[in-house]
């Protein structure tokens, strides 16, 4: 294939990935608000990136447990976005500066007693996090160094290669213990990782894998001690990143554009379906009594 | 979702209804002792489980009448609000089901050809897409249809005994329609399923275990009680959410389904008319009448 052509692909690559951004509009005008608050602050992660190998360590520190909100999530967004465009930058890893915990997913008070057009800037930030992370050029990986439930899972899954600590850990998409329903394009993403077999009793069960059983169903590559979880993920990023790089971003993007189209093609319908599905009365109260037991737990 | 209410009321409207029958729901006359007797349906309004026995002498074969009795019952299981889990399982010694009557199949009724065929995919449709959870109790062999009635439950236990369970439907001579192709692969995986497809493979129960064709295997006697063990536990999930997942993740599988039955039906019609397939048939009924004798 002649440069010329991998060159017009790639450039057509980073072109769709601008479509990604908010949309020039009231919604905008707050966001570029956002931009300029949380760009410098990063109170939500810490990023370190290593000019020798190519590969940046995003670590997830939102107290307490690393919950997606709206916030983390455009900052999530920007920084992916930061990095892509930085030409040192070949890699990325997720991982976590909070104890015991990966991310506990999304953040339930932004989806308890919900204000409308916050929901939606919400839930449209999350597609977008998750549509840029699947199809990236970067090589991802996650090093699961805590409990990794929902939202958490879904991080874990959008990457190439997920490493995770042994111990007693848990991962995996539980919505359904909650009384939600994981959107169509979580089930997408495990069900390119694990199967349609697998994925069914997963999600139908809610069920949280501990860190053996995980790898035992293909949920994650590898399962090492803890302390070895992030040296274990860089060792295999520089793998990765042996592959010429125009190759293996192309033929990720082969692979992975069809899951990101069904979302993209879908995107309004979508918002509007969680808009209309998350103020349910019964859902409502299934959250309620969530957030009541995690009280009490205190 | 509204793909499958549609589906639903339009198959209310197809449905025949020729026979009524004597069930727990309390029903009307009896026309056909024959269909009465083709299986057993029990409920238990406290756990909210449904048990689905098969019982037709000698090997639990689908017939256009059984087919329809079930289809029938599994639709008033499906309206019944008490009813969340559905067990199916055998009374008849070391077989679960040997799979569609094969005397319906070896030199057909041209007229009734294409409605077994209707009413089976009917039954693939309601059992794969039922908002139940359903679990296949396999205690005995599961051949053909009678590994589809398994392929399409949420959950496989079979019981240790030497039985084998496959789609061994190209061994017969024939074509397995599109929707338990995929039903196959979606259980075992594209890699496993193209081989075992092509082949016509039957498996025991540790190497269909190994490739993750039953769940679980269990001691004989244990198999039902498993069954119930396992629907207990997946009804402590909040239903509505777990129907709903169920539903999306089925989705696909069922649309191309739906897109394509009287395609199917078509094939499955043309390649019974067939001189080559009727010959491998009768072959085949032959070589189990020589088996019994």
Not at chain 1, 21 to 27: Q, T
Not at chain 1, 66 to 71: A, I, K, Y
Not at chain 1, 107 to 122: A, G, L, Q, T, V
Request: glycine content about 6%; some cysteine; overall charge positive.
């Amino acid at each position: 294939m002649a440069l010329g052509s991998l060159s017009l692909a790639l450039r057509q690559l980073q072109l769709s990935s601008r479509s990604f951004c908010p949309r020039a509009s009231l919604v905008y005008r707050s966001h570029a608000e956002l931009i300029r608050r949380y760009a410098t602050e990063s109170a939500n992660l810490d990023l370190a990136v290593d000019s020798a190998s190519g590969i940046a360590v995003l670590q997830l520190k939102r107290k307490p447990v690393n919950g997606l909100n709206l916030e983390f999530l455009t900052e999530l967004n920007l920084t992916l976005e930061k990095l892509e465009k930085d030409r040192q930058v070949k890699g990325l890893i997720f991982t976590s500066a909070q104890p015991k915990i990966f991310s506990a997913g999304l953040d339930i008070s932004e989806m308890y007693n919900p204000k409308p057009e916050r929901m939606r800037e919400f839930w449209r930030a999350l597609q977008n996090f998750w549509m840029r992370l699947y199809i990236s050029p970067l090589v991802t990986a996650a090093a699961i160094n805590g409990h990794s439930p929902a939202g958490g899972c879904l991080i874990a899954l959008s990457c190439d290669y997920r490493v995770m600590a042994s111990g007693s850990y848990a991962i995996g998409l539980n919505e359904t213990l909650l009384g939600i329903v994981a959107p169509f394009w979580f089930m997408d993403t495990i069900r390119n990782v694990v199967g349609q077999r697998e994925s069914e009793k997963a999600l139908q069960l809610g069920r949280l894998y501990s860190a053996e059983e995980a790898l035992k169903v293909g949920l994650i590559d590898e399962l090492v001690p803890e302390k070895s979880v992030l040296d274990h993920a860089k060792q295999e990023l520089l793998k990765w990143t042996q592959v010429p790089s125009h190759a293996r971003q192309l033929t990720k993007l082969a692979l992975r554009k069809p899951t990101v189209d069904k979302l993209l093609a879908k995107q309004q319908e979508d918002t509007e379906f969680f808009a209309e599905f998350i103020v349910k009365d019964s859902i409502q109260k299934g959250l309620g009594k969530y957030l009541e037991a995690l009280k009490q737990k205190k | 979702m509204a793909t499958l209410r549609l589906w639903r009321s339009f198959a209310r409207l197809k449905a025949i209804q020729p026979y009524t029958y004597r069930t727990s729901f309390g029903c009307c006359r009896s026309m056909s002792d024959v269909t009465a007797a083709d299986f057993d349906l029990s409920t238990d309004e406290d756990s909210g489980i449904a048990i689905l026995r098969m019982q037709k002498k000698p090997v639990n074969s689908l017939s256009l009448k059984t087919i329809t009795a079930m289809n029938i019952s599994l639709e008033k299981l499906e309206q019944d609000d008490r009813i969340n889990g559905l067990i199916i399982t055998s009374v008849i010694p070391k077989i679960f089901s040997g799979g569609l009557e094969l005397t319906e199949l070896y030199q057909p009724q041209k007229e009734t050809l294409r409605e077994l065929w209707r009413v089976f995919h009917e039954f693939w449709l309601k059992l794969y897409s039922s908002r139940l959870v359903t679990v296949a109790a396999i205690n005995g062999h599961a051949i053909a249809g009678g590994c589809v009635i398994a392929l399409c439950c949420d959950y496989r236990i079979m019981a240790s005994s030497p039985y084998k369970i496959g789609l061994n439907e190209t061994q017969v001579g024939l074509q397995a329609p599109v929707c338990i192709l995929d039903s196959m692969v979606n259980v075992v995986g594209h890699k496993t399923g193209e081989r075992a497809l092509k082949l016509g493979e039957l498996f025991l129960p540790a190497e269909a275990l190994k490739i993750g064709l039953v769940d679980e295997v269990v001691a004989d006697d244990a198999v039902l009680e498993s069954a119930r063990r396992e629907v207990k536990k997946w009804l402590q999930v909040p239903g509505h959410a777990r129907q709903l997942t169920k539903e999306a993740l089925r989705k696909p599988t069922i649309d191309r389904m739906i897109a394509r039955t009287d395609e199917s039906i078509d094939l499955m019609y043309n390649m019974l008319s067939d001189d080559v397939t009727q010959k491998v048939l009768g072959n085949y009924l032959a070589s189990l009448k020589k088996k019994e004798k």
